[in-house]
């Protein structure tokens, strides 16, 4: 895995700022208004909320496919209002996406699915062969590295996902629904990876309805309901 460098580690600033941040698509109504929301270096976040309550939409403008209707996000202290398509590509780098719908590259194996990142980067694969097949095999798919994602159940597509986005170490990781296909095992053996990561270095927000990831990992809790954003105490 690529070595994430110190300067990061040790910023004190926060990961992600939005400050009355509302979105709605077309001339539809706000899908939610007025979000503020802070991401400390090395936090660990649930955002919870029910179908439809805009928890995707939200994690799309944190990994910048997506702007906001107004307010204001930073991140990595730069407000992403003025980025062109150079400054994004550098702050997209520094994010790790799971997407909800997985975003698999059909022609690509699983090996190379996960490796992509690292490839497009310059990397050798030589350099990253045996920390991508190790990744591959932890989360059960090492019999499978030359397997095409069509060809995969949507767990095992889920599991290449997760392990795509964890791959670069990012600063950041944004997972949505990462254990939504998978079995109780396989979402706890999941949620301990990300907890490693979390260990490492990485700040990490969690979009789930998955009730046994929330008890099972003390972090933040967000919740959006009627387009708001609120924090959830633990019970
Ligand atoms: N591209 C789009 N164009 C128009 N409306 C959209 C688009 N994407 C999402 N929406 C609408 O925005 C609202 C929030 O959708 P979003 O996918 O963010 O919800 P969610 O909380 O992730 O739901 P789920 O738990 O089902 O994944 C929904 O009403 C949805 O129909
Ligand atoms: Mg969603």
Known sequence: MISRSDSAHQDPAPILTMEKVSLRYGRGADVFSDVDLTLKPRSFSFLTGQSGAGKSSLLKLIHLSLRPTRGLISLFSKPVSGLGIRGTQTLKRRIGVMSQD??????????????????????????????????????????????????LSGGEQQRVAIARAVITQPDLLIADEPTGNVDVQMGL??????????????????????????????ADHYHLEDGQLSVRVAL
Do not use: C
């Open 189 to 218: 053996r999941l949620l301990q990876l990300l907890r490693r990561m979390n260990r490492m270095g990485t700040t990490i927000l969690i979009a789930t309805h998955d009730e046994t990831l929330i008890r099972k990992a003390p």
């Open 102 to 151: 997985f975003q698999l590259i059909p022609h690509l194996t699983v090996f190379e699915n996960t490796a992509l990142a690292l490839r497009v980067s310059g990397a050798r694969v030589e350099g990253y062969r045996k920390n991508t097949t190790d990744l591959l095999e932890w989360v059960g798919l090492g019999g499978k590295l030359n397997h095409y994602p069509l060809t």
